[in-house]
């Protein structure tokens, strides 16, 4: 089951975010729903079209992928079964995040279907070393691509973005 939270975004069966956490999901809510990360994220879905067969339905705004996407937490100890994943999903998961000893190239996110976990380095903002700081606005936006059905094939275009996805709608410089 599922409910909305005030933060704006609806969270998913494993959404056990701290205070902080809400507060940043809030903060980087409003900035996705400003008219500028909106006009361009819309323009983005236009230009990738329809994402192809077996995918998504073909979103066209932004309000349906928010409406459909469920922000969850992840926890190393959760399981494939608990992330409504694959063991194979979940394996990679635990490859590009639970096996590495470095904050550099680890994932900030993961998205099946229109679930979309949030990894706990997603939230971290106020390092004293600059590169460690995240964008969690641009890691959930980068996320919502894959809600929108564009999914591993699609990965290096919306990593392309990054820049505008920085410059329309999170305005800062933490990594995504």
Known sequence: MTEPQNSGFTFGANANFSEDEKQQLTAAFNKITTDECRGWFEKRLAEFGP?????????????????????NKYEVSLTAEQMGISDESRKKVAKNYDNKWTSLNVANGYTNGTRVWLMPVAFWNNSTIPYNDRDLTGIIIHELFHVAGYGDDFESRIKELTPEIKRHCSKTTGNI
């Open 51 to 71: 994402p192809g067969p077996g995918a998504a339905p073909y979103y066209q705004s932004l309000d349906a992928v928010l409406g459909d996407a469920k922000i």
